[in-house]
């Protein structure tokens, strides 16, 4: 099996974390970004950085090619800031949407260089359930449907160089992300819960196993998709 080496935006929790993880175990180097090391061991360098902070994540990614050819991304860093319509401040606005958005161009323009010239790469971004419609999640919701953008419009763009794009869409999974903003015993929490047919959340390790494949050498016929993981939720609701 050809090892191969993959770059991962919040890598030290949650999705991102189990993400790396599961690469590891496969043989694969991770480099892993986030602005805390993880509590656990990582497959491969671990890089410090606030994402949010445009130079300081240009430097790193410099830094990081200069060292790796990056074959495959997880563009998985995420900011939510819920607020009803009217609370919605525009520098909240735009911190959601620069690094849900940002973030992901600049990890994706600095790995295409070795992607190209290798006529092979793997790009995945972490969407969300919301982009089908959530209240209170409005930058949000629009930052991830940004992603999903992204994922169509490269998926074109890079085929010729046997780059595909995908996204996924979870829907809630039990990570800190989700239980910040959803605290247990909340109405959001439970609003959530009650609408997933499967009646559960999701687990780091079923996206962890989502995102492997996809930036994995057999799913090289699938690009521009976005796979909903979310129990159910977007297709609608079970009989109760
Ligand atoms: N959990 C869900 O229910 C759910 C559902 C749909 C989509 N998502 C999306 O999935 C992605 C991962 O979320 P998660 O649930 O796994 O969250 P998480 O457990 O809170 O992990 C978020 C990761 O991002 C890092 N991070 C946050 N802000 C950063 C910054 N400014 N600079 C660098 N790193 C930063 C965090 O590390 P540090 O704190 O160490 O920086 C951490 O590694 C996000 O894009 C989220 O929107 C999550």
Same mark, same amino acid.
């Given at each position: 099996?050809?090892?191969?080496?993959?770059?991962?935006?919040? +890598?030290?929790?949650?999705?991102?974390?189990?993400?790396?993880?599961?690469?590891?175990?496969?043989?694969h180097t991770?480099?892993?970004?986030?602005? =805390? !090391?993880?509590?656990?061991?990582?497959?491969?360098?671990?890089?410090? /950085?606030?994402?949010?902070?445009? !130079?300081?994540?240009?430097?790193?990614?410099?830094?990081?090619?200069?060292?790796?050819?990056?074959?495959?991304?997880?563009?998985?860093?995420?900011? /939510?800031?819920?607020?009803?319509?009217?609370?919605?401040t525009l520098? !909240?606005?735009?911190? /959601?949407?620069?690094?849900?958005?940002?973030?992901?161009?600049?990890?994706?323009?600095?790995?295409?260089?070795?992607? &190209?010239?290798?006529?092979?790469?793997?790009?995945?971004?972490?969407?969300?359930?919301?982009?089908?419609?959530?209240?209170?999640?409005?930058?949000?919701?629009?930052? &991830?449907?940004?992603?999903?953008?992204?994922?169509?419009?490269?998926?074109?763009?890079?085929?010729?160089?046997?780059?595909? /794009?995908?996204?996924? +869409?979870?829907?809630?999974?039990? =990570?800190?992300?989700?239980?910040?903003?959803?605290?247990?015993?909340?109405?959001?929490?439970?609003?959530?819960?009650?609408?997933?047919?499967? &009646?559960?959340?999701?687990?780091?390790?079923?996206?962890?196993?989502?995102?492997?494949?996809?930036?994995?050498?057999?799913?090289?016929?699938?690009?521009? !998709?976005?796979?909903?993981?979310d129990g159910?939720?977007?297709?609608?609701?079970?009989?109760?």
């Amino acid at each position: 099996m050809t090892k191969r080496t993959y770059l991962i935006t919040g +890598a030290s929790k949650g999705i991102g974390y189990a993400t790396a993880q599961r690469l590891g175990e496969a043989g694969h180097t991770v480099v892993g970004l986030a602005r =805390t !090391q993880p509590n656990g061991d990582f497959p491969g360098p671990f890089i410090t /950085v606030d994402l949010s902070d445009r !130079q300081a994540t240009a430097d790193a990614l410099a830094d990081i090619t200069s060292d790796h050819g990056i074959d495959g991304i997880l563009n998985n860093v995420g900011l /939510v800031h819920p607020a009803p319509l009217e609370e919605i401040t525009l520098d !909240q606005l735009d911190a /959601v949407l620069d690094l849900n958005l940002r973030v992901a161009l600049q990890t994706t323009q600095a790995a295409l260089p070795h992607m &190209k010239a290798q006529s092979w790469g793997r790009i995945v971004q972490t969407s969300s359930l919301v982009t089908v419609g959530v209240p209170f999640r409005t930058s949000y919701a629009a930052a &991830k449907s940004g992603l999903i953008s992204f994922t169509r419009s490269w998926a074109l763009e890079l085929a010729p160089h046997a780059i595909t /794009v995908n996204a996924v +869409a979870p829907g809630p999974v039990e =990570t800190e992300l989700f239980n910040t903003n959803n605290p247990p015993g909340s109405e959001s929490r439970q609003r959530y819960i009650d609408n997933i047919p499967l &009646k559960r959340t999701g687990t780091p390790a079923e996206l962890a196993a989502i995102n492997a494949f996809l930036l994995g050498e057999e799913s090289g016929f699938i690009t521009g !998709q976005t796979l909903y993981v979310d129990g159910g939720s977007s297709i609608g609701h079970a009989p109760s």
